[in-house]
T-cell receptor, first 113, second 111 residues
Framework: DTGVSQDPRHKITKRGQNVTFRCDPISEHNRLYWYRQTLGQGPEFLTYFQNEAQLEKSRLLSDRFSAERPKGSFSTLEIQRTEQGDSAMYLC???????????FGSGTRLTVV | RKEVEQDPGPFNVPEGATVAFNCTYSNSASQSFFWYRQDCRKEPKLLMS???SGNEDGRFTAQLNRASQYISLLIRDSKLSDSATYLC????????????FGKGTRLSVIA
């Protein structure tokens, strides 16, 4: 499969726990994006990388959130001390230049109870 | 004003109907425009890019009016399989900036 892969597909966690999600982009894509989507809303931008450099973080990305792309390949998104408001679909996307649209992974659905 | 605004719908149309979705964007410097399709509980998938000259892909036609900062998507001869949410997408600013998504317009095609 040469698409964008995300793991896990679903995660249920108790409030206050830490969670980490993984994204494997399309191998020839140098840009990787994280978005968050809640019911009835479009995806909201969180952060993006070009190769291993994190170029931008949204104001939505509080200090409880951190993202890495250590070798310019896969990326991880960690949420510390989860809150119920963090419940959402976390989508990863990749692109070669960004000008021709992104390819999304299937997402990780997080439920904080 | 929101960066990308769409009529949320839902649009309920019979098979074979023609339906049009509209979208406005706030930043005149935006340069990249797309329509994405999202099925329930699935990821968004690129439907088509939108060019200034307008473009067509089978039953789908997209148009861009830069002066009015307006984008449209026309679906002709609607199929049951067209039922989905259609997301209007614009890059945030000039250059290679991240994409901003509208809330989406939900379409239900009824037999």
């Amino acid at each position: 499969d040469t698409g964008v892969s995300q793991d896990p597909r679903h995660k249920i966690t108790k409030r206050g726990q830490n969670v980490t999600f993984r994204c494997d982009p399309i191998s020839e894509h140098n840009r990787l994006y994280w978005y968050r989507q809640t019911l009835g809303q479009g995806p909201e931008f969180l952060t993006y990388f070009q190769n291993e450099a994190q170029l931008e973080k949204s104001r939505l990305l509080s200090d409880r959130f951190s993202a890495e792309r250590p070798k310019g390949s896969f990326s991880t998104l960690e949420i510390q001390r989860t809150e119920q408001g963090d419940s959402a679909m976390y989508l990863c996307a990749s692109s070669q230049t960004g000008r021709y649209g992104y390819t999304f992974g299937s997402g990780t659905r997080l439920t904080v109870v | 004003r929101k960066e990308v605004e769409q009529d949320p719908g839902p649009f309920n149309v019979p098979e074979g109907a023609t339906v049009a979705f509209n979208c406005t964007y706030s930043n005149s410097a935006s340069q990249s425009f797309f329509w994405y399709r999202q099925d329930c509980r699935k990821e968004p998938k690129l439907l088509m890019s939108v060019y200034s000259s307008g473009n067509e892909d089978g039953r789908f036609t997209a148009q861009l009016n830069r002066a009015s900062q307006y984008i449209s998507l026309l679906i002709r001869d609607s199929k049951l399989s067209d039922s989905a949410t259609y997301l209007c997408v614009v890059n945030r600013d000039s250059g290679n900036t991240p994409l901003v998504f509208g809330k989406g317009t939900r379409l239900s095609v009824i037999a």
